[in-house]
T-cell receptor, first 116, second 113 residues
């Protein structure tokens, strides 16, 4: 069975600090996808990134960057120079190739609080 | 381009009643998935529909059901409501059957009293 663990329940930092959200996953599949979603107070989940299991290249998008390491089954997310607008709950998720019976398997989420 | 629309946004029902939630996916998207979000269990997969057929189903009792129409709009139904069904129900729209990124609606907040 698939499993995603986000050990950090809540993180609070001061604006402009860098922050890393951890994600560790478990799967028996060799082909899978990893995702990060942001959930602001309004409720909808906002897609941030998808990474497939064969692409371990790190990705940077503006202030956001992702570090995928298959050797440690981790897919960590770093926000550089955090801003108050980054405050939200962030979810890491996993899916088998083609979906599979479990759809997206989500971690419990990390509540990120950016203080001004 | 309009996003995923879920109606209603908020709902209060009594134990034992049934409820129907609606989801209109992004135009052109053929896959619709449903998720239940609760403080205790987090986000859990309910089911996925593609081309009017249920393709995958999560570990929920038969009281939870759904369907998809020819225009890709989807409904989910919960019968004989229990207090534990109180949750945020999120609908996700994808271009294809788990082709990749999913776009979520704002959800329907169901409260069972």
């Amino acid at each position: 069975a698939q499993k995603v663990t986000q050990a950090q329940t809540e993180i609070s930092v001061v604006e402009k600090e860098d922050v890393t959200l951890d994600c560790v996953y478990e799967t028996r599949d060799t082909t899978y996808y990893l995702f990060w979603y942001k959930q602001p107070p309004s409720g909808e989940l906002v897609f941030l990134i998808r990474r497939n299991s064969f692409d371990e290249q790190n990705e940077i998008s503006g202030r956001y960057s992702w570090n995928f390491q298959k050797s440690t089954s981790s897919f960590n997310f770093t926000i550089t120079a955090s801003q108050v607008v980054d405050s939200a709950v962030y979810f890491c998720a996993l899916s088998e190739a083609g979906g599979g019976a479990d759809g997206l398997t989500f971690g419990k989420g990390t509540h990120l609080i950016i203080q001004p | 381009k309009a996003g995923v629309t879920q109606t209603p946004r908020y709902l209060i029902k009594t134990r034992g009643q049934q409820v129907t939630l609606s989801c209109s996916p992004i135009s052109g998207h053929r896959s619709v998935s449903w998720y239940q979000q609760t403080p205790g269990q987090g986000l859990q997969f309910l089911f996925e529909y593609f081309s009017e057929t249920q393709r995958n189903k999560g570990n929920f009792p038969g009281r939870f059901s759904g369907r998809q129409f020819s225009n890709s709009r989807s409904e989910m139904n919960v019968s004989t409501l229990e207090l534990g069904d109180s949750a945020l129900y999120l609908c996700a729209s994808s271009l294809d059957l788990w082709a990749g990124e999913a776009f979520f609606g704002q959800g329907t907040r169901l409260t069972v009293v």
